[in-house]
Structure formats: structure tokens, C-alpha cells
């Protein structure tokens, strides 16, 4: 989304229009979601919104996102027959799910947010794990609140002082794709050595 339509769509309709954007985002804008959590904090400097309605709005955002992908996952778990569809996209979809989970347990849940795609897949994959709600959402949405208030109060910390706003995105986005290559070179580097310890 462009930069002053996003704002002009702020102004004309304030929160609502922040959550669904946000929402929306999530899931589709092709910027890291750090980006929309960091926008959201530099906008809560401005005179268009408040710092902690914002952060509320943001918020309930990451919450519907959850949910969403949950009540999918959990739509798949109630009515896929995966012995029959063995060879299925849900029934290897669920397979990964059950190894994350066999692997961390609940765990995944509360790191999740913090890392790009596993942010999407693990809510969809404990739905499909047939793990209550309540019990995703008391330890995904924990998880969620830290990411979102690191990158919030980054947005609010630097906010009075960006006078350009798509240099700040520009540049937000290079940066944060360089932490983003350097963690996946990282966790590679560290799966080849377990390999190479298992094959000795």
C-alpha cells in the first residue's frame, strides 16, 4: 500500500482504519510484518493517533490473525480424513505441524511471532494439532504482545525524529531483510553440522 494513501486512509477513518489494515497486512502486504508494527508506533506520534489506543488496535490485529489461522487449522483437523488423503496438502501440512510440535511442544507457540512464516504456520498448525484455543492464545498471544511491543515502541522511540517517512520504511526494510538473511545463513550453517554429526 502506498504511503499517502495508507495515511490519507487513517485519517479519513482513524482505528478501524489501522486494524484492518494491519490485519490485512499480515497476511498479504509484501513488507515484513515488523514494518506494520513500527509504522504503527511512529504513527502514534503524530496527531492522527494515540500511543495506546494504537497499541490496542495493533494488537487485536495480531489476535485475529492467530485466530484465523487456528480455526483453519482446526477446520482441517475436524473434518480431513488424513489416512484416507494420505497424500494430501493438509495431511503433509499436518505432518510438518505435528513434527514442529513433536520437536518444541507448545514451545513453538511462544516464539513464533519473532520469526517471519513460522509467525503464520505454527497457529495453523496447533489448530490442526486439535490444542484447545484457550491454550494456544494464553501462550501464542503472550508471545505476540513482546514482538508487538518491541517493534512498537521502536516506531514511537524514533517516530519524533523521522521527518521522511518513506526513507524510514525503505530503510527499515534493508534492514531488517539483512537480520532476516543473516538468522536463515545462521540456522543453515547449524542444521549441516547436525547433519555432518550424524553421518559420523
Do not use: C
Amino acid at each position: 500500500m502506498d504511503t499517502l494513501i495508507f495515511i490519507d486512509f487513517i485519517k479519513q477513518y482513524g482505528y478501524i482504519a489501522l486494524f484492518f489494515t494491519v490485519a490485512i497486512g499480515l497476511f498479504f502486504f509484501p513488507v515484513p510484518n515488523e514494518v506494520l508494527l513500527m509504522s504503527g508506533g511512529l504513527l502514534a506520534t503524530t496527531k492522527l493517533l494515540d500511543p495506546v489506543p494504537t497499541f490496542l488496535v495493533i494488537f487485536s490485529s495480531i489476535i485475529l490473525h492467530g485466530t484465523i489461522l487456528y480455526v483453519i487449522g482446526n477446520a482441517v483437523y475436524q473434518h480431513s480424513n488424513f489416512d484416507k488423503k494420505s497424500q494430501s496438502i493438509w495431511h503433509s501440512r499436518a505432518e510438518k505441524g505435528r513434527e514442529l510440535l513433536d520437536q518444541y511442544g507448545l514451545k513453538a507457540a511462544s516464539f513464533s511471532y519473532f520469526f517471519p512464516f513460522i509467525r503464520h504456520a505454527v497457529p495453523f498448525s496447533i489448530g490442526m494439532s486439535g490444542i484447545s484455543y484457550r491454550l494456544f492464545a494464553m501462550i501464542g498471544f503472550s508471545s505476540a504482545f513482546i514482538w508487538l511491543s518491541i517493534y512498537f515502541f521502536i516506531g514511537y522511540y524514533y517516530g519524533s525524529s523521522i521527518k521522511d517517512w518513506n526513507s524510514f520504511i525503505q530503510n527499515l526494510i534493508y534492514t531488517l531483510f539483512a537480520l532476516f538473511t543473516i538468522v536463515i545463513v545462521v540456522q543453515v550453517i547449524k542444521r549441516r553440522k547436525q547433519q555432518q554429526r550424524r553421518m559420523l
